[in-house]
């Protein structure tokens, strides 16, 4: 900032200029214009290179700070950044993101009734797009939030987004929050626009139309749209450069049909009413994100993205035999996470390209075998401890939460039944003190607290196991990490027991442990 001020002190500061700056600012400048007058053309030469070597903010290359705006949240915000340098004014003048939502403005008008308040909406909305057009600037992003939908603001939000697409948009960001299944009938405009990159629809309806035409749109995310299958389709084969794909929360998909897109990079279906298939082919897909219900299963064939990288899939319905039929086809899969795959049972993991495996939730998993030599991080939760590592030696970072399980409604803690069950922790756990990063989760009912702290020299709680102690005899220290205030958290029967204790009331407590 500092480079700023010295490049504006070149010229002398108006008077109103000078009420904008702080006392520190114009100390600045006028130091910067009493060192000026001192020197010589050749130091002033000098003095002007390292202030501009000292502006590093803009030097940064445009797309950077294209970025840096699209970030901001407040137009406002966006535009204050004009006075950072004739490179960032002469940016924001080209980059324009308008952002509109409608809770917020009625908000700050302080308007009770609610004609008024949607009367004070389309008032701001369109005085904000006429005096944005009578500056010619150009409209990089348009987004608007309708929290108040209503048939009479339909033709004006379709004359805003028409005047946005008119001068050039290349996103439009359209959120409307439904009432009563009324959504909003995108126009059908939108699909014939040559300039749009991105667009991100929330509580659309989209019509059928057979000649959709976006050459350059690159992002297409649908949440909560209803959509005809016939449009799904045509989207997909009229946008050729379409990198990245999300459906989420939509109605009318029956099936999932991709090829052809060379450029895809990402896919995500999520909670979808209704698919029955979904099939990608394409090559350079990277990511592929599917979570689904059980009472609607759903057929996945990505045998055609062999350089798949990313994989997640939250799949109640998915089989052992599902799973290593599509694995095994991911030679270069870096992250597998799997989510409530309540059907898998037994698993082998083998890959020498895996980093990072999620396993959550899989409540019928009886065992998987991982073999991955190279795997930095690792997470599991669940009320089993089903797992076993080959060579868990590039293991970086694991996390593990173990849930009681409910058998004929009594709670089932672990260890209770398997007394090799805290062993067998113990053995995990030697095999990974290399790692920087560890977290164990292990939630009871039990009186944790006092058995820790009150075990003594040697604990009786196995007299009738000689050859296996459990956990407390081989535990060589116990420190208390932290205690931590629970306001606000979810109330489960342990933090239950935690409130109830008069020293620990509503406190947590963190222990670090040694063996």
């Given at each position: 900032m500092k480079g700023v001020h010295h490049k504006s002190s070149r010229n002398k500061l108006s008077t109103r200029d000078r009420k904008k700056l702080s006392g520190e600012d114009l100390n600045t400048i006028d130091e910067t214009v009493g060192q000026r007058k001192k020197l010589s053309g050749e130091d002033l030469s000098e003095l002007d290179h390292r202030v501009e070597s000292r502006d590093i903010i803009s030097q940064l290359p445009e797309h950077i700070i294209h970025h840096i705006l699209s970030l901001l949240r407040d137009t406002k915000d966006a535009a204050r950044t004009s006075i950072l340098s004739r490179k960032w004014r002469q940016i924001w003048t080209s980059f324009s993101i308008l952002k509109f939502d409608q809770q917020k403005i009625q908000e700050q008008e302080g308007c009770l009734e609610m004609r008024n308040k949607t009367k004070t909406f389309k008032d701001f909305v369109a005085n904000s797009l006429n005096n944005h057009l009578k500056q010619k600037l150009s409209i990089q992003k348009l987004v608007l939030h309708i929290t108040s939908y209503d048939l009479e603001l339909a033709p004006h939000m379709d004359h805003w987004i028409n005047i946005a697409i008119e001068n050039n948009m290349k996103e439009l960001d359209l959120h409307v929050v439904v009432k009563k299944s009324r959504y909003y009938y995108l126009p059908q405009t939108v699909f014939a626009s040559n300039t749009i990159t991105g667009l991100r629809l929330h509580g659309c309806k989209l019509k059928f139309r057979s000649n959709i035409k976006l050459p350059q749109l690159q992002k297409l995310y649908l949440h909560e749209v209803h959509?005809?299958?016939?449009?799904?389709?045509?989207?997909?084969?009229?946008?050729?450069?379409?990198?990245?794909?999300?459906?989420?929360?939509c109605t009318g998909l029956q099936n999932l049909q991709v090829s052809s897109l060379l450029k895809l990079d990402r896919v995500e279906v999520h909670h979808c009413h209704v698919p029955k298939e979904i099939k990608v082919n394409a090559p350079n897909l990277q990511t592929f994100w599917y979570c689904g219900k059980k009472s609607l299963p759903c057929k996945i064939d990505l045998v055609a993205c062999v350089f798949l990288k990313r994989l997640t899939l939250e799949d109640a319905n998915m089989t052992d035999e599902m799973f290593e039929d599509q694995f095994a086809r991911f030679p270069f899969l870096e992250i597998l996470d799997l989510s409530k795959c309540n059907n898998l049972k037994n698993l082998t993991i083998s890959s020498?390209?895996?980093?990072?495996?999620?396993?959550?939730?899989?409540?019928?998993?009886?065992?998987?075998?991982?073999?991955?030599?190279?795997?930095?991080?690792?997470?599991?939760?669940?009320?089993?401890?089903?797992?076993?590592?080959?060579?868990?030696?590039?293991?970086?970072?694991?996390?593990?939460?173990?849930?009681?399980?409910?058998?004929?409604?009594?709670?089932?803690?672990?260890?209770?039944?398997?007394?090799?069950?805290?062993?067998?922790?113990?053995?995990?756990?030697?095999?990974?003190?290399?790692?920087?990063?560890?977290?164990?989760?292990?939630?009871?009912?039990?009186?944790?607290?006092?058995?820790?702290?009150?075990?003594?020299?040697?604990?009786?709680?196995?007299?009738y196991n000689t050859q296996n102690k459990c956990w407390r005899h081989s535990l060589k220290g116990i420190k208390i990490e932290k205690f931590e205030p629970a306001y606000g958290k979810s109330t489960s029967d342990w933090i239950a027991w935690l409130k109830s204790s008069p020293t620990l009331q509503y406190q947590t407590t963190s222990y670090r442990l040694s063996w």
């Amino acid at each position: 900032m500092k480079g700023v001020h010295h490049k504006s002190s070149r010229n002398k500061l108006s008077t109103r200029d000078r009420k904008k700056l702080s006392g520190e600012d114009l100390n600045t400048i006028d130091e910067t214009v009493g060192q000026r007058k001192k020197l010589s053309g050749e130091d002033l030469s000098e003095l002007d290179h390292r202030v501009e070597s000292r502006d590093i903010i803009s030097q940064l290359p445009e797309h950077i700070i294209h970025h840096i705006l699209s970030l901001l949240r407040d137009t406002k915000d966006a535009a204050r950044t004009s006075i950072l340098s004739r490179k960032w004014r002469q940016i924001w003048t080209s980059f324009s993101i308008l952002k509109f939502d409608q809770q917020k403005i009625q908000e700050q008008e302080g308007c009770l009734e609610m004609r008024n308040k949607t009367k004070t909406f389309k008032d701001f909305v369109a005085n904000s797009l006429n005096n944005h057009l009578k500056q010619k600037l150009s409209i990089q992003k348009l987004v608007l939030h309708i929290t108040s939908y209503d048939l009479e603001l339909a033709p004006h939000m379709d004359h805003w987004i028409n005047i946005a697409i008119e001068n050039n948009m290349k996103e439009l960001d359209l959120h409307v929050v439904v009432k009563k299944s009324r959504y909003y009938y995108l126009p059908q405009t939108v699909f014939a626009s040559n300039t749009i990159t991105g667009l991100r629809l929330h509580g659309c309806k989209l019509k059928f139309r057979s000649n959709i035409k976006l050459p350059q749109l690159q992002k297409l995310y649908l949440h909560e749209v209803h959509v005809d299958q016939q449009i799904v389709d045509n989207l997909i084969s009229s946008c050729p450069l379409i990198e990245d794909l999300r459906f989420i929360h939509c109605t009318g998909l029956q099936n999932l049909q991709v090829s052809s897109l060379l450029k895809l990079d990402r896919v995500e279906v999520h909670h979808c009413h209704v698919p029955k298939e979904i099939k990608v082919n394409a090559p350079n897909l990277q990511t592929f994100w599917y979570c689904g219900k059980k009472s609607l299963p759903c057929k996945i064939d990505l045998v055609a993205c062999v350089f798949l990288k990313r994989l997640t899939l939250e799949d109640a319905n998915m089989t052992d035999e599902m799973f290593e039929d599509q694995f095994a086809r991911f030679p270069f899969l870096e992250i597998l996470d799997l989510s409530k795959c309540n059907n898998l049972k037994n698993l082998t993991i083998s890959s020498t390209q895996l980093k990072k495996l999620v396993l959550r939730g899989c409540k019928n998993l009886m065992e998987a075998d991982i073999d991955a030599p190279n795997l930095f991080s690792f997470e599991y939760k669940g009320d089993k401890m089903p797992f076993s590592f080959s060579n868990p030696s590039s293991l970086k970072a694991a996390k593990f939460s173990f849930e009681p399980v409910q058998i004929d409604s009594h709670e089932f803690h672990l260890g209770d039944a398997d007394p090799l069950w805290f062993f067998r922790l113990r053995e995990l756990l030697e095999k990974l003190k290399h790692s920087s990063g560890l977290k164990l989760i292990v939630r009871s009912k039990k009186l944790v607290y006092e058995k820790m702290m009150h075990r003594g020299e040697n604990p009786n709680c196995c007299p009738y196991n000689t050859q296996n102690k459990c956990w407390r005899h081989s535990l060589k220290g116990i420190k208390i990490e932290k205690f931590e205030p629970a306001y606000g958290k979810s109330t489960s029967d342990w933090i239950a027991w935690l409130k109830s204790s008069p020293t620990l009331q509503y406190q947590t407590t963190s222990y670090r442990l040694s063996w």
